[in-house]
């Protein structure tokens, strides 16, 4: 108590809502839980009003939590001279206050598409590099409440639902905070001109050409003249339940993954049929979920995306495929597979024997090894991950090629009164469609030998009377 006495005494602030804006920021931060004792923590300052408040602010409010401060700048080098003057003001008012400054200068002039994200993108990444440098273990930002109606109104244009509703988040999981995120922008500016505290203006924030700043001076106002005076308020209160659902869905989604998702490789596969029997909103986020994991969280997908993939999963039987951004979706019998799209790769192999051979394109390969019959029983079935078949090597004719199935191969699998086609054996052992590329058969001069899985063949298989034996296992590797 005694700490908030002492800043209402020291900034002879007027009230806003009955409570001062530094009260209201420590609730922000003791709510979400931006710091802990200790915390070296960097403010990003662009000059602006909403970022210069940031730093006074939290110059204030450090002693409460022993944080020690620095400055960031990032000069997008857009403005030319303007630019320029920002980082020296920035340099200025960091040295004003007698704390570190660091200035990162980006080149957007070769980045691809739109510069307005470009930009935010090399901010993120300059900000996380310097935090997994350790210079910081935070990065405070000055975003505000009306930043946040201005994001979930622009999301709700662009068709989002509740994860993009939830906007922009006061904590990340990767150490960004925003202590401003409840405060509006006219309460900063007010903050600042009650104590003279000069900020810089930047001209593109007035242009209508960014679709943001037609939200903030146009829409925004027109709504909250016509419909709702509270908007920045009811919008950010929108942004507040969906974060809290998100939470939620956050922990029973990485429960659903863990029962119904399975990476192999580069692909995530789930079973179709318990993904149709999930209730509609778990389906949707999880596969929503799967996406971002087959694609390493670089394609974020849409309704009509997601609605595909559930519509693939609703299908009685059979196959089929549909492509998303930088990913394709195939069903074979109950298997729904999410992967990057790949062309299979034809191979054919020579290996020695003795010799463990990977095969091309899959996580494992295919072990050989020349065995006295007398000593087969102790190739271990605790080797090889998928047991050991036996071939008489003295039936063998010629060398050995490993190669990948192709269309029309067939032949006697022991056990099995005649041959057969093997893609006859990968329908009736279910064997998704994507897995058959590269599915791995040895042949000697004049037939299949071995197929994966199918095991030797007839006529080739070692028995009692087998003096020496080639034993063919499967071994996983990474």
């Known amino acids: 108590m005694r700490m908030v006495l002492s800043i209402r005494s020291f900034y002879s602030i007027r009230p806003y809502n009955k409570i001062i804006l530094l009260e209201r920021v420590v609730h922000t931060i003791e709510r979400h839980r931006m710091f802990t004792p200790g915390d070296r923590v960097a403010i990003a300052v662009s000059g602006g009003a909403d970022s210069v408040c940031l730093l006074h602010v939290l110059r204030n409010l450090a002693p409460r939590w022993g944080l020690t401060l620095s400055v960031l700048h990032v000069n997008h080098n857009l403005r030319g001279d303007a630019s320029r003057d920002d980082a020296a003001f920035v340099r200025s008012l960091a040295a004003g206050l007698n704390l570190p400054f660091t200035l990162h200068d980006l080149d957007l002039s070769t980045g691809p598409g739109n510069l307005e994200q470009s930009a935010r993108n090399g901010r993120l990444a300059f900000f996380h590099r310097h935090l997994a440098s350790g210079f910081a273990t935070r990065i405070a930002l000055g975003h505000t409440r009306s930043d946040q109606a201005e994001t979930v109104l ?95 869905w956050q922990t029973e989604i990485d429960r659903l993954a863990g029962l119904h998702l399975t990476r192999r490789g580069r692909a995530i596969l789930m079973s179709a049929a318990a993904l149709a029997a999930l209730p509609l909103a778990a389906a949707r986020r999880l596969v929503r979920h799967a996406i971002l994991l087959a694609t390493d969280g670089h394609h974020a997908s849409h309704f009509r995306h997601i609605a595909a993939v559930l519509e693939l999963a609703a299908r009685p039987q059979g196959t089929g495929r549909t492509q998303l951004p930088g990913l394709e979706v195939r069903r074979s019998f109950d298997w729904l597979c999410l992967a990057p799209p790949t062309v299979p790769e034809a191979y054919s192999l020579r290996p020695a024997v003795p010799s463990i051979t990977r095969v091309p394109g899959t996580d494992f390969a295919i072990s050989l090894e020349l065995l006295e019959n007398s000593t087969t029983s102790r190739s271990a079935d605790n080797v090889y991950n998928s047991g050991v078949s036996r071939l ?35 329908h009736q052992a279910r064997i998704p469609v994507w897995e058959r590329a590269q599915w791995p058969v040895l042949t000697d001069a004049e037939s299949i030998v071995w197929a994966r899985r199918f095991g030797t063949a007839a006529a080739v298989t070692a028995g009692t009377g087998s003096s020496m034996v080639l034993a063919v296992g499967e071994l996983e590797v990474r």
């Open 154 to 248: 622009f999301r709700f244009l662009r068709g989002s639902g509740a994860t993009g509703l939830a906007a922009i988040r006061p904590v990340t999981g990767r150490g960004i905070v925003r202590p401003l995120i409840e405060i509006e922008r006219p309460e900063i500016e007010r903050f600042l001109r009650d104590r003279t505290i000069a900020w810089r203006e930047d001209a593109t924030n007035a242009t209508l050409d960014f679709a943001r700043n037609r939200i903030r001076h146009q829409l925004l106002p027109q709504l909250a003249r016509e419909w709702n005076p509270a908007l920045a308020e009811t919008l950010a209160h929108t942004a507040d339940l969906c974060l809290a659902e998100e939470a939620y």
């Open 392 to 426: 008489d090597w003295n039936r063998l004719s010629g060398p050995l090629e490993m190669r990948n199935w192709r269309p029309g191969d067939e032949y006697q699998p022991m056990g099995i009164l005649a041959a057969k086609k093997i893609k006859t054996l990968f």
